[in-house]
């Protein structure tokens, strides 16, 4: 039988971004070697990166076109961390590292963010709420990514002379948050028949109390309900889910919502295991798919070797699931990960008190440990 040949366009990005990467390697080598397939990874810029190889050219940018390129010529995108200080600025002509995360998922068609929130029970302690709240979590959030404010028309009008109250300053912004039924009707039907081969539960998040396109959401999400008789579908406000979420997570299993909330509910979901270094996410739609950590590029930590990368590796597993069909050998991954936690080993962000100082490991040694279990 041929050995198969995967190949990867991987983005290091910026801050703590090369590190976690060549944990994320390390791993996927190795299942490599124990499944006799090939993955093939070639490094590309993205972000800040991008930014400063490019700075001096005509157009500057934070996704240059020959990474697009090799993302889309590519099986999977598996992407690290962009942003940080350095690039931090307001003006709008000049760009930014996140432009480029949006950038490259406008520009392979991935409309929709997939994000697990998986409990390992080594690690209830390092979570914020009390163990008994974390009984059962297991829930992936999806999160519509093509539509929305972030993707609306954004205005500003600067210090309009005597338009303000009293005749003072009178300038203005506003961002126009748009929807088409189509890209609401494509995530909404994924998140269905995620359910549906899960507990079969959808909790579908909204504004529709104050919103036109949430009233348009629900209206589209209670007419695909009906041609799912075998999932159970409920309606929540925004305000309400991020409630729910603290006070009773074991009640979702999918949670679907616009680009927005979806941004900030997932931020939220993922304290729930006590680290953001422990979530993957993936990008689907209908070209390559990405699959990148949910935390962000850290630059306080830098280059100090004491990163978690566990959600890089996690997404290493997504990667596995969902572009190449491997489920067998992700759950060498997840069984793997859970072997360390479970043996004590830590990294600093998730160690306590009760984690022997030997025990806590750096970056690589963390890779090293996940290599070790495989």
Same mark, same amino acid.
């Given at each position: ?19 976690? !990467? ?8 190795? &299942? ?6 090939? *993955? ?17 050219? +005509? ?6 076109? +020959? ?5 889309? @010529? ?27 995360? $949006? ?6 068609? $991935? ?8 409990? *390992? =029970? ?15 979590? =297991? $829930? ?6 093509t539509g929305g404010l972030y993707f609306g ?8 002379e005597g338009a303000g109250v009293g005749g003072?300053?009178?300038? *203005? ?18 998140? *269905?028949?995620? @359910? ?13 109390? &104050? ?22 579908? +409920? ?20 949670? &679907? ?20 270094? !422990? ?12 699959? +990148? ?13 004491? @990163? ?10 997504? !990667? ?55």
């Open positions: 039988m041929a050995r198969a040949t995967y190949r990867i366009c991987t983005l290091p990005g910026d801050g703590i971004g090369p590190e976690i !990467m060549a944990e994320g390697k390390k791993v996927l080598a190795a &299942v490599g070697t124990r499944a006799n397939v090939d *993955f093939v990874c070639e490094d590309h810029l993205i972000g800040g990166a991008a930014i400063d190889a490019t700075e001096g050219t +005509e157009h500057p940018t934070a996704l240059p076109k +020959e990474t697009l390129l090799a993302a889309r @010529a590519s099986d999977a995108v598996l992407l690290a961390a962009v942003g940080g200080p350095k690039w931090t600025n307001t003006d709008a002509d000049k760009p930014r590292p996140e432009q480029g995360l $949006l950038a490259i998922r406008k520009g392979l068609g $991935l409309y929709l963010n997939l994000r697990p929130v998986r409990m *390992f =029970d080594a690690l209830r302690d390092a979570s914020p709420l009390r163990p008994e709240l974390l009984e059962g979590v =297991d $829930l992936v959030i999806v999160r519509e990514l028309e954004h205005r500003r009008e600067r210090d309009v003072g300053k009178g300038g *203005f912004a506003s961002d126009t948050m748009e929807y088409s039924e189509y890209e609401v009707d494509r995530v909404v039907r994924w998140a *269905f028949e995620a @359910a549906r081969r899960r507990r079969g539960v959808v909790h579908s998040v909204d504004k529709a109390n &104050v919103l036109e396109t949430s009233r348009m959401w629900r209206e589209i999400t209670h007419a695909i309900a009906a041609e799912y008789p075998d999932v159970r579908a +409920e309606d929540l406000y925004v305000d309400n889910a991020a409630m729910q979420l603290v006070a009773n997570p074991a009640q979702f299993d999918v949670i &679907v919502t616009e680009n927005t909330f979806g941004d900030i509910l997932s931020d939220e979901a993922s304290m729930l295991t006590g680290s953001l270094g !422990m979530l993957a996410s993936a990008s689907l739609g209908s070209g390559t798919a990405l699959y +990148e950590p949910s935390h962000g590029s850290a630059p306080d930590i830098a280059g100090k070797g004491i @990163a978690n990368p566990l959600a890089q590796i996690l997404s290493v597993e997504l !990667m596995l699931r969902h572009s190449f069909q491997m489920d067998d050998e992700a759950d060498w991954i997840v069984s793997a990960v859970r072997s360390a936690l479970d043996d004590g080993w830590r990294t600093a962000d998730i160690a306590d008190d009760a984690t022997p100082a030997d025990h806590v490991l750096g970056t690589v040694a963390m890779g090293d440990k996940v290599v070790e279990y495989l």
